[in-house]
């Protein structure tokens, strides 16, 4: 079993706001392939499985805010002993452009509170991750402009890299992460 995890924040008020990228993700992963979320309030998140014909992938979205979001990450892992490499954590990145999408095999936080708070829970920065672009910032504070509402035009733009990310889940499953990198970053 693979575990997708989509960082963002829970709640009617977030659901359009950038920094739901890895929401907006897994969402359509589940639309496309009509499955439906189940609270789970001990593991922290809200939850789905998609079978393929060679894998089974948990979906998640953590109930605890992005700041916590380590801890579903951190509690699912272990109640369905998913090692770190089966692991993929999906987020929205300032740095990157909207429409960009960036397969990472490792690394620092970057300043993002959500990824800072996974690499603290599993106790290693060796965790893969697919940034999605919600850049460029304007001069304004990041915590105001990640929760803002992207705009019509910007939604549509968002559509696109989800479709390209969604592609570069599956090679990154079958594939690896070098493939994934050099057809997708």
Same mark, same amino acid.
């Given at each position: ?53 060679? #894998? /089974?992938? @948990? ?8 700041? =916590?979001?380590?801890?579903?990450? +951190? $509690? ?8 770190? #490499? /089966?692991? @993929? ?8 452009? =909207?429409?960009?999408?960036?397969? +990472? $095999? ?80």
């Amino acid at each position: 079993m693979k575990l997708i995890a989509g960082l963002g924040n829970i709640g009617d008020k977030y659901v359009f706001t950038r920094h739901n990228a890895g929401f907006m993700l897994i969402d359509s992963y589940a639309l496309n392939e009509n499955l439906a979320f189940r609270e789970n309030s001990r593991l922290k998140c809200l939850m789905t499985n998609l079978r393929t014909a060679t #894998e /089974d992938y @948990l979906l998640i979205k953590p109930t605890t805010f992005m700041n =916590l979001s380590g801890e579903a990450v +951190r $509690a699912v892992m272990d109640y369905y002993k998913i090692p770190v #490499e /089966d692991i @993929l954590i999906v987020f929205d990145d300032l740095s990157l452009d =909207l429409g960009k999408i960036r397969f +990472r $095999a490792n690394g620092s936080d970057g300043g993002h509170n959500g990824i800072k708070s996974v690499i603290q829970h599993l106790g290693t920065n060796n965790i893969a991750r697919l940034k999605i672009g919600i850049g460029p910032q304007p001069n304004i504070p990041s915590e105001v402009f990640v929760l803002q509402n992207f705009s019509k035009d910007e939604l549509d733009i968002l559509k696109t890299s989800i479709t390209n990310a969604k592609e570069g889940i599956s090679c990154y499953f079958k594939n690896g992460m070098a493939e994934a990198q050099n057809k997708f970053n």
